[in-house]
């Protein structure tokens, strides 16, 4: 389960889309919208894709979690404006031992830093807001 959305995440449907009798281990990640970025105050961000890049690069993303763990993962990456405090980016891993959970969960977050094409701009509370530099469609990492 992948999928980018403008609503609001939910961490426990994703966790209960990894269940499974099988597995003894469940580790999640959720990104939220800090007040300070750089040692500017933030009072927003904006996240913004051509959604169906994103989710295609997002669905790989977890594809390769699955090939490299025996882990069930789902994601899920918000986009629009979101307040200091609301989640950006929600990742759940399920597996039969926690190693292959973290691991998992850790993978998919630094791919989708690393690849997946979602752009952010912050909106400071003094001054303009400003386009972080991001994604810049890289390829898959080597294992």
Do not use: N, Q
């Amino acid at each position: 389960m992948t999928r980018i959305t403008k609503a609001p995440l939910d961490l426990a449907r994703l966790c209960r889309a990894t269940a499974s009798p099988a597995h003894g281990a469940s580790a999640s990640f959720v990104g939220v919208v800090r007040a300070v970025h750089a040692g500017r105050r933030v009072k927003a961000v904006s996240y913004d894709c051509f959604v169906p890049l994103a989710e295609k690069e997002l669905a790989r993303i977890a594809a390769e979690a699955r090939r490299r763990w025996p882990v069930t993962v789902a994601v899920e990456h918000r986009v629009g404006r979101l307040a200091v405090g609301e989640a950006s980016v929600a990742i759940a891993a399920g597996s039969a031992h926690r190693a292959e959970a973290f691991e998992a969960c850790r993978f998919v977050l630094e791919e989708i830093k690393h690849r997946l094409p979602v752009w952010k701009k912050e909106h400071y509370v003094r001054g303009d807001g400003r386009w972080l530099p991001g994604c810049s469609l890289k390829k898959a990492r080597p294992a």
